[in-house]
């Protein structure tokens, strides 16, 4: 509870670096990367007695754990936006902390969990006990606005806010600036855009995804990637931009935290086995 303490209004940032938002439509809600949008704020709520939050979307509507599964037959329950009547343990959300980030978990044992992976999972968000990615179930709490004292618990002038609470307070201003600028940090990495082939090798639809990466390696990006995709097992490829063709990373990824494109073949596909074999490092 201490990360919330001293909040008014927060932003909570998943593990796929997307912030919480409530959806336009005022019912639902998502992971986008857009954090100065007024619909990634969320007003904290306390409950009396009890160590335990509510969270209010820009629309007035609370964040409840719903009991609707968010895909028939799979694990997860819907997350949405609503305007109970009355106001029980399903808008309730138990702040645990782990190191700088929290868990937010429900009466019933269950955890918010921002999704990666494929649409439809892709940007979704859920609460359950997953068996694994169990870091998609912490958040980075940055506080927009901060709770004034109440003249009965006013802190002498010598006296400073916890430093949780002060931390927090610092990174919620680092982020806003960098949300703000359109310039993010060097030290969050670069951004990188994919797309994934078919077992032709064609693009199908052409959606691009993007994701930041923080990793310098060919292969922490592989292994970021399965993780984002949640494929077993792929090849990482550079379109060669004179002719077209696609050909495996190999090498050291370009310097500077440069943007970069790459095109995600999976290894059991047909298209995989005409790819060029990556060649070792002299």
Not at 88 to 109: A, F
Not at 138 to 153: G, Q, T
Not at 161 to 176: A, G, V, Y
Not at 238 to 255: A, E, T, V, W
Request: glycine share 6%; proline share 7%.
């Amino acid at each position: 509870m201490e990360l919330f303490q001293r909040a008014k209004s927060v932003r909570l940032r998943s593990h796929h670096d997307k912030y919480l938002l409530a959806d336009e439509d005022q019912e639902h809600v998502c992971q986008e990367r857009n954090g100065s949008t007024r619909r990634a704020r969320w007003t904290v709520e306390f409950v009396e007695g009890f160590p335990v939050i509510r969270l209010n979307s820009c629309y007035g509507k609370y964040l409840p754990a719903s009991s609707e599964p968010f895909l028939l037959g799979m694990t997860g329950s819907k997350v949405l936006q609503t305007l109970p009547r009355r106001l029980d343990s399903s808008v309730e959300w138990e702040p645990i902390r782990d190191g700088m980030q929290v868990k937010l978990k429900t009466r019933y044992g269950n955890y918010l969990r921002a999704n990666g992976g494929l649409p439809p999972w892709r940007n979704s968000v859920t609460h359950d006990i997953p068996h694994r990615h169990h870091d998609w179930l912490l958040w980075d709490v940055d506080v927009i606005e901060i709770r004034p004292l109440e003249p009965s618990s006013a802190e002498p002038e010598n006296s400073s806010i916890s430093s949780s609470s002060e931390s927090f307070r610092r990174l919620s201003k680092q982020e806003s600036s960098s949300s703000y600028s359109g310039s993010p940090h060097k030290s969050e990495g670069r951004i990188i855009h994919y797309l994934i082939t078919d077992d032709n090798g064609e693009v199908g639809n052409g959606d691009e995804f993007t994701f930041r990466f923080k990793g310098t390696s060919v292969e922490e990006l592989t292994q970021k990637l399965m993780e984002e995709t949640e494929l077993p097992d792929i090849i990482v490829c550079s379109r060669n931009p004179l002719n077209g063709k696609l050909y495996p990373l190999h090498l050291q990824l370009p310097p500077n935290n440069t943007t970069m494109h790459v095109v995600l073949v999976p290894s059991n596909s047909q298209f995989a086995q005409s790819l060029p074999k990556p060649q070792n490092h002299l």
